[in-house]
């Protein structure tokens, strides 16, 4: 292993870890994500003081009270809008978001998962028979951990929760990770863990668990040894417009620099640049750092500024790369997570959003709907609100499409409805 690779491999494991909370409603995400900032010392002590005014019970704090910030959640007791929070232990830094457990809301937990590292779903286990063998899980378990592989999250953890609500902890966290375990390879998923938390008391959530059935580490334990996907620096580069602007501030001509975060590959001064879509070519004269300072080189995950050693047209949503690395389609397969009340239809058009740039396109064809239940593919006509399905797009204009897995720059999409203007689904290109 050289050093680069060290050094990559180092950043994964150290680098700033995002992950979401998922669950049906009421299993204890927003206590959950309570215990960690209160454990880890993320409060200011004006936020603990406000949590023993308000929480219930004479004293005990209501921790979930930290992140369900709405009048209408608070009221209501449930989660509506994604709510992000950060804190940090000596070994990473963590950015969580508590995504809502109803599936009228699943929409925002797909928003949740857009760029997470890891996903975190909350099963109760008050909620289950825990008289049938084997023990069958909630629907809302069943969808969040399938949109959540679905969706790219390249690490799912599940929290068996309220583990000491129940009279046998030991055989009941046998009998779910049973469950967790059993639907994991029907869906052809592989969890990072399975582990038994109190988020109410604090049990096994940043302590281990000290019982004599589980030997496993604690929650935040786990989180800490997940590594981050990084953007693969072998491959060729890559490099979405983000923002197009003059370099310097003073008269006459002015390059432009290219503004943009790496997808992939390492740039250097001197490159060989293709520009797509129009194809035409130029060199890097420099490469520079966010404030204008000059790099030898940009890696993949850096946001950086590229300047041409001539003049081309270049705006938001083109590409510059390496020449050979991007090539246009217009008609493909992908997963569709779809959103909207509004049906998906085929043959309708919609506007399309891949990396910085809008195009028109229409859904081809539905190959397939995921049944939740059965995880089996079944026939469809049209995908309704919170459906899986395969589809063929067709867009207007030809796009540099990858595949998703492990490269949401070029294969990751999003619908929407031109009337309403409505993020309407999520496209994975396969």
């Given amino acids: 292993m050289n050093a680069t690779t060290t050094h990559r491999t180092e950043h994964a494991r150290h680098a700033a870890l995002r992950f979401l909370t998922a669950g049906s409603v009421d299993d204890g995400k927003s206590t959950l994500i309570g215990r960690l900032l209160y454990d880890s010392r993320a409060l200011l002590a004006d ?36 709510a992000y ?12 978001a508590d995504a809502p457990g109803h599936e009228q809301y699943t929409r925002n937990m797909v928003t949740a998962a857009a760029g997470s590292h890891a996903a975190v779903v909350l099963v109760d286990v008050t909620k289950l028979d825990l008289s049938q063998r084997p023990l069958v899980l909630l629907p809302q378990t069943r969808r969040h951990a399938l949109l959540a592989h679905r969706l790219g999250v390249p690490h799912l953890v599940f929290a068996v929760n309220k583990i000491d609500a129940v ?26 863990g399975i582990v038994p938390v109190s988020a109410l008391r604090g049990d096994n959530v940043t302590q281990p668990l000290r019982a004599e059935w589980y030997d496993g580490p604690s929650l935040l334990a786990l989180l800490e040894s997940l590594p981050v996907l990084l953007p693969d620096a072998d491959l060729p580069w890559r490099l979405p417009v983000q923002w197009v602007a003059r370099a310097g501030d003073g008269t006459g001509h002015q390059p432009r620099v290219y503004w943009g975060r790496l997808a992939a590959g390492t740039v250097r001064v001197g490159d060989a640049v293709a520009v797509f879509p129009s194809g035409e070519a ?13 790099l030898s080189a940009g890696e993949a995950g850096q946001s950086i500024g590229l300047v041409l050693d001539r003049a081309l047209d270049v705006s938001r949503g083109d590409w510059l790369a390496a020449p050979g690395a991007l090539s246009g ?19 309708r058009r919609y506007w399309l959003r891949h990396g910085h740039r809008w195009v028109q396109g229409r859904i081809a064809a539905i190959e397939h709907r995921l049944d939740i239940d059965t995880l089996a593919p079944t026939e469809a006509q049209q995908l309704g609100v919170n459906d899986i399905g395969q589809v063929v797009v067709e867009a207007a204009e030809p796009l540099p499409l990858t595949a998703f897995d492990g490269n949401p720059d070029g294969g990751a999409l999003i619908v929407v409805d031109p009337a309403t203007h409505r993020t309407s689904g999520a496209l994975l290109v396969n």
């Fill in 282 to 294: 130029a060199r890097v004269a420099q490469v520079l750092h966010h404030g204008g300072t000059p």
């Fill in 167 to 192: 009279a046998d902890p030991a055989a009941t966290f046998a009998a779910v990770r049973a469950a967790l375990e059993h639907f994991a390879q029907r869906a052809g998923l592989e969890p990072a």
């Fill in 85 to 96: 929070r950060y804190f940090a232990t000596p070994r990473r830094k963590f950015i969580i």
């Fill in 47 to 82: 936020q603990v003081d406000a949590l023993r005014r308000h929480s219930r019970d004479g004293g005990a704090l209501d921790l979930s009270l930290l992140t369900d910030g709405l009048e209408a959640e608070r009221e209501q007791g449930i989660t509506i809008d994604v």
């Fill in 329 to 347: 389609q217009r008609r493909f397969g992908a997963t569709l997570a779809w959103l909207d009340t509004e049906p998906a239809i085929v043959g």
